[in-house]
């Protein structure tokens, strides 16, 4: 069985105050201007970080048979919309095709889903690793595509889909990415700036910002998440979610590292950080807070449900 927590994270538990201090621009992952960043675990509420699971898990999942979607994939996503909930998954039978096509659900309660008689409900390209955003009565799906590059579509019901084609991320300086991967699209709206935070090969994550949805600009062209330095999330990284909370954001990702007994992978497991920035990130000195995968946070209008949405879709509730 894996140490996840060790001695470091049984002496963070009793730690006060865990300080980084950092020069400006340097590639820790504060910003440039950025010369201390305090976190303690006081930033980190109960209610964001401590969940137990639902015992009725999983709640949802490939149908096991010869359909379209006989197994799903990370990331699907939630949305709660007064009282329905709405899922939109990965489904994929690699028997019938080697295509990611797009598949809808909905929920009066979070629990028992059911699948839309029309799925798929979009075949034109490969869709996965999902984040849905309504805004000014427009549902926005940051998406990815084959080779893990990042796309956009848009509908007006949640339904019915357009591709509006892949995003078009830059340096700082204006040129484009170097060709590769940049994919599951994380993103957060605040005023008219739309912020996008995105992996490439899962080894970092990297934060751009766009005004107008064409064209995104890193903010800085050095990652702002990467993986370790514990065990838990030391090979591999990808952010799933982010929320702002009494002031602070809060991202909600998901790593790997080595497995026990010399093993090359351990299990997927879901983290937490904290930032005031966007661009300053310290992580909670208890993660993982879930031994599962692509975590995102749904308000139920009680609580923050997080649900994990691969393999299958299951739910956990603040303790």
């Known amino acids: 069985m894996v140490d996840y927590w060790g001695m470091e994270r049984i002496m963070c538990r009793y730690r006060i105050l865990v300080v980084c201090v950092i020069l400006a621009g340097a590639a820790s992952g504060c910003g440039e201007g950025v010369k201390r960043c305090a976190v303690g675990l006081e930033e980190f509420p109960r209610e964001l970080v401590e969940f137990v699971a639902y015992e009725g898990n999983p709640l949802f999942g490939g149908t ?25 998954y990965t489904g994929y039978n690699d028997e019938r095709s080697d295509m990611k096509y797009l598949g809808y659900a909905t929920s009066p309660d979070g ?44 509908s007006r019901d949640g339904v019915h889909w357009e591709d509006r084609g892949d995003l078009d991320v830059r340096y700082t300086t204006g040129e484009r990415l170097s060709a590769g991967p940049y994919g599951t699209p994380t993103v957060l709206i605040e005023g008219d700036v739309w912020y996008l935070f995105y992996e490439r090969d899962d080894l970092h994550v990297w934060l751009a910002k766009s005004r107008d949805l064409k064209v995104w600009r890193n903010v800085r062209d050095e990652p702002v998440l990467s993986p370790g330095p514990e065990d838990y999330d030391g090979k591999l990284i990808a952010l799933d979610y982010i929320i702002k909370h009494k002031g602070r954001y809060y991202a909600y990702y998901h790593g790997i590292g080595a497995g026990p007994d010399g ?57």
């Open 64 to 88: 096991g048979e010869d359909t379209w979607d006989r197994r799903i994939r990370e990331r699907g996503f939630i949305l709660r919309e007064g009282q329905m909930y709405h899922m939109w």
């Open 263 to 319: 093993q090359e992978w351990g299990p997927w497991c879901s983290g937490v950080a904290v930032s005031a920035d966007l661009v300053c990130w310290e992580k909670y000195p208890k993660n993982p807070i879930v031994i599962a995968n692509s975590p995102i946070l749904v308000d139920d209008g009680a609580v923050y449900r997080l649900y994990c949405m691969h393999p299958e879709v299951r739910v956990y509730f603040p303790q």
């Open 111 to 154: 629990f028992e889903w059911t699948r839309y008689k029309g799925n798929p409900i979009f075949t034109e390209r490969w869709v996965e690793d999902m984040f849905v955003v309504k805004h000014e009565g427009v549902y926005y799906m940051f998406a990815e595509g084959r080779g893990d590059i990042a796309h956009l579509l848009t």
